[in-house]
């Protein structure tokens, strides 16, 4: 059993005081509460007993950093109302149940901001909580799917690629989730009143998009891919292997920033005139022959640091060891993980990262306790509350 050291007020970042209830879920909305937790919010895990399926899954996980967890068995009404005493208490509760669980429960929002009025409830979804799927089961690759996000990624033309699940979990996903949730409090303080946030990852992928609506209104842009401008379209906003087998990542667009990369690679005097759509495969061609010559270590060296927006490509256990990474502390250590470290930074209140909780209800009796529950010991006795 974890020591009993858990106090509320120890985070260091901007979001210090700000009391946060987690029902514990999968990917954004964990994702969320740990970047709420990394800016100093008070954040407590509500777990069911013995964690769940890519939940929990002690101090390795760490989207779950930075809280304590308390394992409470939903189906029992002592445990339900624990949540809503907790709800008296805070400033934001974050859940991404399928629409309408939370109400079955006994914590949906009804129930909640009669408890507390100035609550604000964040709900993490990825249809949303209305709408002909919002029923239906679905994982990122499918949310994005249908917003026209996936439909252009990967350079292609026979098929999408999909990135992990970046776009969809955590860029449309927590990331606004995060948005609405600090806006809705700010809100409130004006208001004195909280409101429900309708986090969808379609909606928020969607508006991720906007550019290549933009782009589309400007009536040049195809719905292929590997045709545009940033898809891999033009040779001169790629990627392209090295001689030993890695790759490097071109972004070369403004004509003074193209200047400097075709000087560097060795090809100024041979190129053909990059605007000349005619003379793209020759380009493309020229500059995928010299990248090959040379190893991807050898043109680092050369093109890292420069204006040519070029720089190589590395997974994330060399991206620690990056010169400009490790000057920044990008990625640290932490607990004997390696880990980001907390995004963005603050110049008088920074962020910090908190522990990570060993196993779900690891801190069950603290954390109740500290968050002023005074029947902790009833709770566990009647199976109502789990300390592991």
């Not at 954004?28 to 970047?35: L, T, V, Y």
């Not at 379609?202 to 290549?212: E, I, P, S």
């Not at 200047?259 to 190129?271: E, P, Q, R, S």
Request: one cysteine or more.
């Amino acid at each position: 059993m974890a020591e009993s050291t858990y106090e509320l007020g120890q985070g260091t970042g901007p979001l210090k005081g700000v009391k946060v209830v987690e029902i514990a879920g999968i990917g954004p909305g964990p994702h969320a509460c740990m970047i709420l937790a990394d800016l100093g919010a008070d954040v407590i895990r509500v777990e069911r007993p013995g964690g769940q399926a890519l939940a929990g899954g002690g101090a390795h996980m760490l989207l779950n950093r930075g809280r304590p967890s308390v394992a409470l068995d939903l189906k029992k009404p002592e445990a339900v109302e624990t949540v809503l005493e907790l709800v008296a208490n805070a400033d934001v509760l974050i859940e991404g149940m399928r629409p309408g669980v939370a109400e079955r429960l006994g914590f949906g929002p009804d129930d909640c901001l009669k408890r507390n009025e100035k609550l604000v409830y964040g709900r993490m979804t990825g249809w949303g909580q209305d709408g002909p799927f919002a029923l239906a089961a679905g994982h990122d690759m499918n949310y994005i799917a249908i917003t026209g996000a996936l439909h252009g990624l990967g350079q292609d033309p026979s098929r999408p690629h999909f990135p992990t699940n970046l776009v969809g979990d955590f860029g449309g996903g927590s990331t606004y989730l995060v948005i609405g949730v600090l806006a809705a409090l700010l809100e409130a303080k004006t208001s004195g009143k909280g409101q429900v946030v309708d986090a969808a990852i379609v909606d928020g992928t969607a508006h991720l998009n906007t550019m290549t609506a933009a782009f589309l209104a400007s009536g040049g842009f195809k719905e292929q891919r590997a045709v545009n401008l940033l898809d891999g379209g033009v040779p001169y906003y790629d990627i392209y292997e090295t001689s030993d087998g890695k790759h490097m990542s071109v972004g070369a667009l403004e004509p003074q920033f193209y200047d400097a990369f075709v000087d560097l690679l060795g090809i100024k005097d041979t190129a053909p005139d990059r605007y000349d759509a005619d003379q793209a495969d020759a380009l493309r061609k020229l500059i995928t022959e010299t990248f090959l010559q040379r190893t991807q270590a050898e043109w680092v060296a050369i093109f890292e640091g420069t204006d040519a927006c070029v720089a190589g490509i590395i997974p994330l256990t060399e991206a620690a060891e990056h010169p400009h990474m490790k000057a920044r502390g990008t990625l640290v250590q932490h607990d004997g993980y390696l880990q980001p470290a907390p995004a963005p930074r603050f110049s008088r209140t920074g962020a910090s990262i908190g522990r990570l909780a060993e196993s779900a209800g690891d801190s069950t009796r603290d954390a109740l306790t500290a968050w002023g529950i005074d029947n902790v010991d009833d709770l566990i006795e009647s199976g109502a509350a789990v300390q592991a």
